[in-house]
């Protein structure tokens, strides 16, 4: 169960990485990433930040190994503009409820003759 303090403390690094990740890095490997959602555990040590890619599955992989490689960069991000008692490691994962919500729409058009 989420508490509002964790969901404030998700909320946070996750505005931290958006704004590092748009503005900061130079990597040619990232490509249009949007981060979703952050999950923190509960005692701030491990992070799963879900991003969502613009583009195909070569451009997805691409962009979350270059995330993957900047991880170092993007925690002392947090570190620095964050006041939190552990700066948590920072997994990368893609958020495929992009990828989801677009197939249903495809099965709902399709309709009941499908």
Same mark, same amino acid.
């Given at each position: 169960?989420?508490? &509002? !303090?964790?969901? !404030?403390?998700?909320?946070?690094?996750?505005?931290?990485? =958006? +704004?590092?990740?748009?503005?900061?890095?130079?990597?040619?490997?990232?490509?249009?990433?949007?981060?979703?959602?952050?999950?923190?555990?509960?005692? @701030?040590?491990?992070? !799963?930040?879900?991003?969502?890619?613009?583009? +195909? &599955?070569?451009?997805?992989? !691409? =962009?979350?190994?270059?995330?993957?490689?900047? $991880?170092?960069? @993007?925690?002392?991000?947090?570190?620095?503009? @964050?006041?939190?008692? $552990?700066?948590?490691?920072?997994?990368?994962?893609? +958020? +495929?409820?992009? &990828?989801?919500?677009?197939?249903?729409?495809?099965?709902?058009?399709?309709?009941?003759?499908?």
């Amino acid at each position: 169960m989420t508490t &509002d !303090r964790m969901r !404030r403390v998700d909320e946070a690094v996750r505005e931290v990485l =958006s +704004d590092a990740i748009a503005s900061d890095m130079k990597d040619p490997r990232i490509g249009f990433v949007t981060v979703t959602a952050v999950q923190t555990s509960p005692d @701030l040590r491990h992070a !799963r930040v879900y991003v969502s890619v613009l583009g +195909d &599955d070569g451009v997805r992989e !691409r =962009s979350l190994t270059g995330l993957r490689s900047a $991880h170092g960069y @993007l925690q002392r991000r947090v570190a620095r503009e @964050l006041r939190i008692k $552990h700066t948590p490691t920072l997994e990368f994962a893609y +958020d +495929d409820s992009v &990828d989801r919500s677009l197939r249903v729409n495809e099965l709902l058009s399709e309709g009941p003759d499908a």
